[in-house]
């Protein structure tokens, strides 16, 4: 058994999500399947095949920031504020010693919005035409940053833009801090918003679903063509298992070791779970669950699938997984944060959640891998997660039971 | 844990491009701010920049491998070719070669202005090509990057705006380490463009003139560009294939000054505590130290804060020099070339100087490099870097030895 000083477990989840705000609502709608995919009232999509979108709701974020108005914040740090503000209290860490903790986001498009208006009125109007407060709030890194400003975290502040397994690379990161005893704790997060030129650029590769007229959302539906974006910001708290054991704190899962690779392909995709699985010394048929990352795009998804077989051979049928990207959407910054966050709460709850929550999935779509609907006891030991970006980049992570 | 060696170099920068050209410039102390000459600057205060004026980026690169090549895109990918070329890399098909880049904008800023903006006020997104949109996102630049040469490990983005170099050569540091990755090309890279120039301006932190840092009369920064890219490389796999050695990568420290996201903590406390934890991490004592490249940016908030923090570690023993003064502040390279002026100062050891300094200020009490290079043993390097937001990033690099103590 190693040190506890070496380990690093998760103590704190946070999450502002459609399906809730706070891990505890939003963990009992997720496995009621509630469907919160509603159609895009902030910018027009009259062009577009795709419509709808699983958005956070403006009320519900309102009331939770309303100690923080300021035109320097934008949706996403809104969100990031609010998601790492409940994994805090889930955590129940209280005067942290600034120094000690790490604060890490994987934010892929930073504070867009800020920086496309700020250049543009630049362009247009010329430097009279900006505030200068704007110009530092719409740097990529402001959002994490704001964090650690926010609760004077004083640690490593780091940004991770690589794409939809940034959060993953993040949550790798941030347990090499821990081991290495630069720091005791580590907030890691993940965010997505809606943004109108990042859904024109999604829509025109061809990458979101315009088949939910006829009646198909399921991922791995034989008519599903395509991925629905999601609204989520979600944060893990990391922290050296020494120090929460020194404070008596609830341990849902230990970060037992992660994997990086870059590819398109089911090798690829099969590397860096392997990898995964062999820096935890681990083996494939440890694995009680697997938390995938398919997300309605077809020839990614039945890759994954190959990956997943490849692994795990004429085991596949008989491990358990999950899409939650079902009904939370292609959240890409919080995506691999959010992937974590369901594993490390079926390894602590000792919950199988529903493969996915609807029943018009296709068998054969999936490979034949277990589909299964409604949740059910069991225990679980060791979670895969798997992360992947549309362009390449992938990583893998695996959880344990501590 | 491995050991992280430095076994190429990849530069474009306003004082030259290629590793002997910058290398010389420094040691002569060329200063490249002039006139800026990519942008028009006539609604500004300041007119001034440090460009790149000899890349040729089909020296390097296929143009027509890359979609939509950008000019900081060409700058990416021209950099990591003279990293592998400088370091005789054979790039396998099997390999655990890695990627990691950040940029201060990359091409995001480009997304406020011409096609995308115009279809965005008229909702016709739909009339323009999707790669002209894919271009724009942070990551895209690594991306191309590890498809261009075929990388398998990874194709990691981590955008700490001018600190960038110094952090994604920590992260690199860790994925070698590790044994993650048998080698990394890490570095940062950005082109002159509006959206900084004019921000800066914006909020007054521009010289009109040239850059003078830690000088008394310093007015400020002066926006510059280009690329820099380290190959770090696993120790063993390095001496395996013979490879030349600038030095090794010992130590690396990051913090956050969780003080204010516009505003640098007036003591330097963030840059002490990354400071520290570098000198920890490499084993070392700050006397070990021969010189420091400071972030340096000639802004009045900036420089006092790192004078207090140099001081505060080192007292007034060890040299110090800014290379902004002749390459101005190259945003997302900025640290990255300063980290590649520091792997050749611990290989060559002459240290460069800190140029256009005259008149010393009280406030920032410590040793600076005024005007002439030096030759000097230097043994240990730190590079400093700070950033908007806080974030701070240093690294130690030390003189290769296959046995170290």
């Known amino acids: 058994m190693k040190q506890s000083k070496s380990r690093v477990v998760l103590t704190g989840l946070g999450i502002c999500s459609p399906l809730g705000i706070g891990v505890v609502p939003y963990w009992n709608n997720f496995l009621s399947g509630v469907n919160v995919l509603k159609r895009i009232t902030s910018f027009s999509t009259t062009e577009f095949g795709c419509r709808h979108a699983f958005q956070v709701n403006e009320r519900d974020l309102i009331n939770n920031t309303r100690d923080n108005t300021s035109q320097y914040v934008s949706r996403s740090n809104k969100l990031l504020l609010v998601s790492v503000r409940t994994a805090l209290t889930d955590a129940k860490i209280k005067n942290p010693v600034g120094e000690d903790v790490a604060v890490l986001t994987a934010l892929p498009h930073g504070n867009w919005n800020f920086m496309t208006d700020f250049h543009r009125k630049l362009v247009v109007c010329g430097p009279d035409g900006v505030d200068p407060m704007a110009f530092p709030s719409s740097l990529i890194n402001y959002a994490s940053s704001y964090i650690s400003t926010a609760y004077q975290f004083k640690g490593p502040n780091i940004t991770f833009a690589s794409g939809i397994h940034a959060g993953v690379e993040a949550v790798n990161f941030a347990a090499s801090l821990i081991r290495q005893g630069h720091v005791t704790t580590a907030v890691v997060s993940g965010v997505n918003v809606l943004l109108a030129d990042i859904w024109a650029q999604w829509s025109l590769r061809n990458m979101l679903c315009s088949s939910l007229k006829k009646g198909s959302t399921g991922i791995f539906d034989a008519r599903r063509n395509g991925f629905l974006i999601g609204e989520n910001a979600s944060t893990l708290i990391l922290e050296s298992a020494a120090v929460a054991e020194r404070r008596k704190a609830r341990v849902y899962a230990e970060v037992l070791g992660g994997a990086l690779s870059f590819g398109k392909d089911r090798r690829d995709y099969a590397y860096a779970m392997e990898t995964a699985l062999h820096n935890s010394r681990r083996s494939y048929s440890d694995i009680d669950l697997c938390v995938l990352n398919s997300n309605g795009l077809k020839h990614m998804d039945s890759e994954e699938i190959a990956a997943f077989r490849s692994i795990f051979k004429e085991g596949a049928s008989g491990v358990d997984c999950v899409a939650p990207k079902d009904n939370n959407g292609e959240c890409e910054g919080a995506s691999g944060i959010l992937q974590a966050l369901i594993g490390a709460k079926c390894i602590s709850g000792r919950i199988l959640p529903p493969f996915s929550s609807r029943k018009y999935n296709d068998p054969r779509a999936a490979g034949g891998i277990q589909m299964r609907y409604g949740s059910r006891t069991k225990t679980i030991k060791y979670v895969l997660i798997n992360s992947f970006d549309v362009d390449g980049g992938n990583a893998a992570l695996l959880l344990g039971r501590f | ?405």
């Not at chain 2, 002066?222 to 390095?238: F, I, K, P, T």
């Open chain 2, 1 to 405: 844990m491995r050991r992280v060696v430095i076994t190429g170099i990849g530069v474009i920068s306003p004082v030259g491009t290629g590793k002997e050209k910058f290398w010389q410039a420094l040691i002569n102390g060329k200063n490249a701010v002039k006139r800026c000459q990519k942008l028009d600057t006539s609604k500004y205060r300041t007119h001034m920049a440090a460009e790149v004026d000899d890349f040729q980026a089909e020296k390097y690169i296929d143009l027509k491998r890359l979609k939509h090549p950008t000019l900081t895109a060409q700058y990416a990918v021209a950099a990591v070719k003279m990293a592998i070329d400088d370091a005789g890399l054979e790039v396998r098909e099997d390999n655990k070669i890695g990627v990691v880049l950040g940029a201060n904008t990359a091409d995001t800023w480009a997304a406020g202005e011409g096609v995308m903006y115009w279809h965005k006020t008229r909702n016709r997104y739909s009339s323009t090509s999707a790669e002209i949109y894919e271009n724009l996102h942070a990551n895209m630049h690594a991306l191309r990057v590890a498809e261009y040469f075929g990388f398998k490990l990874c194709a990691t983005t981590i955008p700490a705006a001018c600190a960038v170099g110094n952090t994604v050569i920590a992260y690199a540091f860790d994925l070698i380490r590790s044994g993650s990755a048998e080698a990394v090309f890490a570095g940062g890279h950005d082109q002159m463009n509006t959206f900084v120039f004019g921000g800066f301006d914006k909020i007054k932190a521009m010289a009109p003139d040239c850059c003078r840092p830690f000088d008394k009369d310093r007015k400020g920064m002066v926006v510059g560009e280009g690329a820099g890219v380290l190959l770090m490389e696993d120790m063993e796999s390095a001496l395996r294939r013979k490879a030349r050695i600038y030095g090794e990568i010992i130590g690396y420290g990051l913090s956050a000054d969780g003080y204010s996201v516009a505003i640098p903590h007036p003591h330097g406390a963030g840059v002490i505590q990354a400071t520290k934890m570098a000198l920890k991490m490499a084993g070392i004592n700050p006397e070990d130290v021969g010189y420091v490249n400071a972030h340096g940016t000639a802004t009045i908030q900036n420089d006092r804060m790192e004078a207090k923090a140099i001081h505060a570690v080192y007292g007034k023993k060890v040299w110090v020099s800014s290379i902004k003064s002749m390459l101005g502040h190259c945003m997302g390279a900025a640290s990255a070339l300063e980290a590649c002026a520091s792997a050749l100062v611990v290989e060559r050891g002459v240290i460069p100087a800190n140029i256009n300094y005259t008149h010393p200020d009280p406030e920032c009490d410590i040793k600076i490099l005024a005007n002439t290079a030096i030759k000097k043993k230097i043994d240990i390097v730190v590079s400093n870097s700070v950033a908007f937001g806080g974030n701070n990033a240093v690294i130690v690099m030390a003189k290769f030895r296959k046995e170290r103590t």
